[in-house]
């Protein structure tokens, strides 16, 4: 494997030069589909956040920080149509380190040339304002950019994270130290190396592989940090943002959720049926924004059930490079957290499941999706965040209940109504919970214009659009006083 790759996984960028973690150490890389091991990777610690952080202030006080904006927004249009020429090799990197079906693995590097595209078309079009005052005043706002920002990235959409989070505050103008995770961080690498060749700065972007209570607890706690962006989950959220806040560092968090799609008895359920299974089991159910419970009206609830069962029949889980709709987790780690909530659903029934491919490696962190029917709202299954391929269906009689229990959990990310009654429409997008609701499908297509992130534990900030721009900058407000 390591010798498809164009550059050397086991190195650090910092300050533009390729170099090994301080202390030489190196990390195993392993491919779920087979737990083999891909290659290693550098293990940064202290010294190397240290080293990064450094150089990015360097850039900010150099060329990186005198550069206008239209010139920021052109090296990430180049930056997207290096990714697109790519796209291939990292949808095949994606697919041996995160155990990504080919298919969604290369949706992912597509979005984040997409990214690129959006965020450098967007980058000298973000401005200050005028702002009408007393008399013998001229009052202004600028836009600047936070300084540097650290960016601690999660295993499950190494590149859609990397490009919402890292290409907005790259767009800005801030200087970006970015963790990737430990489990998988080879995109993360050629990212970087895209970034080189589109021509960045020494120091606009580096990049500190390591472990996460290391390098991360490093990152997240430096002094010379100006903003850090984390995705998750809730519990290192919540250490990352203790310890920024004794710096008085500005967190985003985005930390997951369990969203529900409300299934009423006037839908389109041949529009709905599709939806309902695929967000549950993209990416083996290792999604932020997964619908990880269905709620459904009784009226429908024993047609909705009978075809989603049908629809988890049908699943066949096996390696990346088969490219069938579900893969492997992440790791042996993550099937024995998944695999535990399967067992505290043993009082539970089991409406429909996948089978495994007969050819799947014993060593390969595979587990078989699985439905689960007449989920009771208040059960740790309905409750808790599982990151797996498993979803709970859950009955309802009236609107007011549906609410009730969509509500219910501690997180509030994304919610789906399926319903052709308009009037229900608009008053269940205001009464749920959540950071983006959907009318009628589920995600839109994750379009990179759509705002994204939580309410409740599911975080705070938000990333995405224009909103993300705003989120890595700072209004500073300028009053003239002339007489
Ligand atoms: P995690 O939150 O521990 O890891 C995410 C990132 O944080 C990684 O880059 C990791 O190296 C880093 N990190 C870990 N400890 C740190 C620390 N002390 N300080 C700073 N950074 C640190 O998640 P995990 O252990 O990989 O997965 C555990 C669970 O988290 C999953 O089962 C899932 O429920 C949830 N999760 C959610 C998301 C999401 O997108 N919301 C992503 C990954 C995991």
Not at 12 to 29: N, Y
Not at 102 to 131: M, N, P, S
Not at 329 to 357: C, H, P, W, Y
Request: glycine share 12%.
């Amino acid at each position: 494997m390591t010798t498809d790759l164009w550059f050397d996984p086991t190195l650090c960028l910092i300050g533009g030069v390729w170099r090994p973690a301080t202390s030489g150490r190196t990390l195993p890389l392993v491919n779920p589909s087979d737990g083999s091991e891909i290659c290693q990777i550098a293990r940064g610690e202290t010294a190397d956040i240290d080293a990064a952080v450094e150089a990015a202030q360097a850039a900010l006080d150099g060329e990186w920080g005198r550069m206008p904006a239209f010139e920021r927004g052109r090296l990430l249009t180049r930056l997207g149509q290096l990714v697109l020429e790519k796209v291939d090799e990292l949808a095949a990197i994606e697919a041996a380190d995160v155990g990504k079906p080919l298919t969604q693995a290369r949706a992912d590097a597509v979005a984040l040339a997409r990214y690129c595209e959006f965020y450098g078309g967007a980058a000298d079009k973000i401005h200050g304002e005028t702002i009408p005052y007393l008399d013998g005043y001229t009052v202004y706002s600028l836009r600047e950019p936070h300084g540097v920002t650290g960016h601690i990235v999660p295993w499950n959409y190494p590149m859609q994270i990397i490009g919402r989070s890292v290409g907005a505050a790259l767009t800005m103008g801030n200087a970006a130290v970015l963790k990737p995770a430990e489990e998988a961080c080879l995109t993360a690498l050629a990212f970087a190396d895209l970034a080189v060749q589109a021509g960045f700065p020494a120091g606009s972007l580096n990049v500190v592989p390591g472990i996460g209570a290391e390098a991360g607890a490093a990152l997240s706690a430096h002094p010379g940090i100006h903003h850090i962006s984390f995705t998750g989950s809730v519990a290192t959220g919540a250490l990352v943002q203790q310890a920024a806040g004794k710096n008085v560092v500005p967190v985003t968090l985005e930390l997951g959720g369990k969203s529900p799609q409300l299934v009423f008895d006037d839908a389109d359920l041949d529009a709905a049926l599709p939806f309902l299974v695929n967000a549950g089991i993209q990416n083996a159910g290792q999604t932020c924004s997964a619908s990880s419970r269905i709620l459904v009206q009784r009226g429908v609830y024993e047609t909705v059930k009978s075809r989603m069962a049908e629809a988890y029949g049908a699943l066949t889980v096996g390696p990346a490079s088969d490219d069938l709709r579900v893969g492997p987790l992440i790791s042996n780690r993550q099937k024995e957290i998944v695999n535990g909530f399967l067992d505290r659903g043993a009082d539970l029934t089991i409406a429909g499941q996948g089978t495994l491919a007969d050819h799947a490696p014993d060593t390969g962190a595979y587990v078989r999706p699985t439905l689960f029917a007449d989920v009771p709202a208040d059960h740790t299954l309905a409750r808790d965040e599982i990151f797996g391929p498993v979803q709970v269906l859950i009955p309802f009689e009236t609107e007011e209940e549906a609410v009730r229990i969509a509500n219910s959990t501690d997180y509030g990310l994304v919610a789906s109504i399926w319903s052709c009654d308009g009037a229900r429409q608009m008053r269940l997008a205001k009464q749920l919970r959540a950071g983006q609701v959907f009318i009628n499908n589920y995600g839109a297509g994750g379009g990179v214009e759509l705002p994204f992130g939580g309410v409740g534990k599911s975080g705070h900030g938000r990333e995405k659009g224009f909103e993300a721009l705003y989120g890595f900058s700072q209004l500073k407000t300028v009053a003239a006083y002339h007489g």
